[in-house]
């Protein structure tokens, strides 16, 4: 049974957008916090942006912030990153999470228990 799905990944050149979304089917309440992941080939999963669940902070490696925006809709139990000025380093399976109820924190990989299928980005040069 899929709880998290993710759409909107694709190929693009370098300087390129793209907008991932994923959709918790669940619909399980507010108290969770969310984040995106990616894994490129022969390398690590790595956290890339998170939102928490009790003040919507957000948390963005280095490498990202400026260019990443990641955004969360209640109501439509969405979660979206906006991906602007790709860079071939950015090419990955991204990765939706979703932590256990009421972790204080965002970026610690342990508190993930629900993960999407992920989808693939590819930036050309």
């Known amino acids: 049974q899929v709880q998290l799905a993710e759409s909107g990944g694709g190929m693009v050149q370098a300087g390129g957008s793209l907008r991932l979304a994923c959709t918790d089917y669940?619909?399980?309440?507010?108290?969770?916090?969310m984040a995106w992941f990616r894994q490129a080939p022969g390398k690590e999963r790595e956290l890339v942006a998170c939102?928490?669940?009790?003040?919507?902070?957000?948390y963005y490696i280095d490498s990202v912030k400026g260019r990443f925006t990641i955004a969360r809709d209640y109501a439509r139990n969405i979660f979206a990153l906006q991906m602007n000025d790709l860079r071939p380093e950015d090419t990955a399976v991204y990765y939706c999470?979703?932590?256990?109820?009421?972790?204080?924190?965002?970026?610690?990989?342990?508190?993930?228990?629900?993960w999407g299928q992920g989808t693939q980005v590819t930036v050309s040069s």
């Open positions: 939102i928490r669940w009790r003040n919507a902070l957000t």
């Open positions: 999470a979703k932590s256990r109820e009421y972790a204080e924190e965002c970026t610690l990989h342990r508190d993930y228990y629900t």
């Open positions: 669940k619909r399980a309440g507010s108290g969770y916090n």
